[in-house]
């Protein structure tokens, strides 16, 4: 049990990390962002590319070049999150919901099959592997590099926490959230708070890729799709827009399928999470910490 236990830590802290771009955006400016698994795809490629180049001295480094790695991905997928935002969301910014919808859509497809024509359809083994010695923790096999990562988004976390409760544009950010023009009134620049938003969630997502592709040592153009579902019903239980409930609901999905799969299977993990959360949501439609609120008009 206390090996399942962490399982589900460590993988739902991926969720988490990708959980809290979908938040972010949704609790700012109500916008699904459906491109935003993808962006946790691109910075499983990127730390693929920047592995690849460096070669015999990424591998002789290990984990140390897979916390380099991690930094230079979040930079890219943050850069390419602004993008996103700027060329497919800011003009539609005022259009009807669908409309955005249907464009999140697209971009997403846009980014899976563009790094499919970059990267080839085939799946990509990574450079650097979570291997190493471990330790036993209460009848549990942990490695220090395990241990690492699970730190590392534990702090990513944290600092998010922290940016959005105690400065200047974590004030600005919950202002947006509840009255953009109001908070355009009293001087915010609302389109920099936003364009902040999204590259702060979008470095989360590429931070997560890579700690995905050094654990499961595979990677491919499609793995943001599943990823992006599952990220967005961890945000959907812990109650979407909600910085909290997202971390807390990316770690319930980890849980859930770690336990999941050990009760009835691999192969049923995703059914047994997916029914969890249609019971959940009949039972508690907010979410864990979610809160009813009116329509914003």
Not at 20 to 43: C, P
Not at 141 to 164: D, E, H, K, N, P
Not at 179 to 197: E, K, Q
Not at 232 to 258: R, W
């Amino acid at each position: 049990m206390t090996q399942l236990l962490w399982n589900g830590l460590f993988v739902g802290s991926f969720y988490a990390l990708v959980a809290l771009g979908y938040t972010m955006v949704y609790g700012i400016i109500r916008l699904l962002n459906f491109a935003h698994g993808d962006l946790y795809m691109l910075g499983a490629f990127v730390g693929f590319g920047v592995l690849s180049v460096a070669g015999g001295l990424a591998t002789g480094l290990g984990f140390v070049a897979l916390l380099i790695v991690l930094i230079i991905a979040m930079l890219v997928t943050g850069t390419a999150g602004l993008l996103l935002e700027r060329v497919a969301y800011r003009p539609l910014r005022g259009a009807p919901r669908l409309s955005v919808l249907i464009t999140a859509v697209g971009a997403s497809f846009a980014l899976e099959y563009g790094m499919r024509l970059l990267a080839g359809p085939n799946p990509e083994v990574y450079p650097v592997r979570l291997a190493g010695d471990s330790v036993n923790l209460l009848g549990a096999r942990i490695t220090i590099q395990q241990a690492s990562l699970i730190l590392i988004a534990i702090l990513l976390m944290a600092g998010l926490q922290w940016l959005v409760m105690g400065t200047e544009t974590g004030r600005a950010m919950r202002a947006i959230s509840q009255d953009p023009t109001a908070a355009l009134y009293m001087g915010i620049n609302v389109d920099a708070v936003i364009a902040r938003t999204f590259f702060i969630g979008s470095a989360l997502a590429g931070a997560a890729g890579v700690m995905a592709g050094g654990y499961y040592g595979k990677i491919d153009f499609l793995m943001g799709f599943i990823i992006g579902l599952k990220a967005f019903t961890a945000a959907v239980i812990g109650g979407i827009g909600n910085i909290k409930g997202a971390m807390l609901g990316g770690l319930a999905l980890g849980l859930l399928e770690s336990i999941g799969t050990a009760w009835i299977g691999g192969q049923w993990r995703d059914v047994f999470a997916f029914t969890f959360l249609i019971i959940f949501l009949t039972l508690r439609p907010t979410g864990i910490l979610g809160e009813r609120v009116t329509e914003r008009v």
